[in-house]
């Protein structure tokens, strides 16, 4: 399969309507090689499928902060919290743990009520998530396995599930995970180290 170039004027509307049409997309961005579906029941079987796992959300990756704020609970005593550290993390590698709205799709939040959403800091998925309210993100290796740190790593039985493949235009992918804050609770708590330096996270938000 000959992959596409994010810097190609055509890409983003190929993979739009191959994502509207159900299928999976195996892209590159700003942290590991992933998976790519459409906000959706059907967007996420697919996923599951591809995996082979069941029963566990899903990254959900969005443009902006209001389109992150249109699936969380709204809690006026912590909105002022949320949006600092928003502003502090997106764009950019880190995925932050909200409560979610009740009334979205059951496949978008975990068990606990839960939703982990993040803004890319990547030209070409954000140009291609302007066009949707959000899109399922996810590495790209079956369940327990490894995470490939580049497309030559990407197991077989994935790459013949996918549509098709969007590389970075200098073919380099980064090899970190987002790091993942849990802001569900009184303390902010870091679920996952990756990417994003938490040390920074801390010195900003703990500053006047």
């Not at 994010?6 to 961005?29: D, I, P």
């Not at 590991?32 to 959706?40: I, K, M, W």
């Not at 180290?193 to 703990?206: D, H, N």
């Amino acid at each position: 399969m000959r992959p596409l170039l994010w810097g190609s004027s055509k890409t983003v509307a190929y993979v739009e309507k191959q994502l509207r049409s159900g299928r999976v997309v195996l892209a590159g961005g700003d942290t590991v090689l992933g998976l790519l579906a459409e906000l959706s029941e059907k967007g996420y079987a697919k996923l599951d499928s591809i995996k082979n796992r069941s029963k566990k959300p899903y990254l959900i990756l969005v443009e902006n902060q209001q389109k992150a704020l249109n699936l969380i609970e709204k809690d006026d005593s912590k909105i002022c919290q949320i949006e600092k550290i928003m502003n502090v993390c997106w764009p950019g590698p880190v995925t932050l743990i909200f409560k979610a709205k009740a009334t979205i799709l059951p496949c978008i939040k975990s068990p606990e009520g839960n939703v982990a959403i993040r803004v890319p800091d990547h030209a070409g998925l954000l140009q291609l998530l302007e066009r949707f309210d959000g899109l399922f993100s996810t590495s790209a290796n079956c369940a327990g396995g490894p995470v490939p740190n580049s497309i030559e790593e990407v197991d077989e039985s994935i790459m013949r599930s996918v549509v098709c493949v969007v590389l970075n235009d200098d073919n380099a992918e980064s090899i970190l995970p987002s790091t993942i804050i849990d802001c569900t609770g009184e303390k902010i708590i870091v679920v996952r180290e990756g990417a994003f330096p938490t040390e920074k996270l801390i010195s900003i938000l703990s500053s006047e």
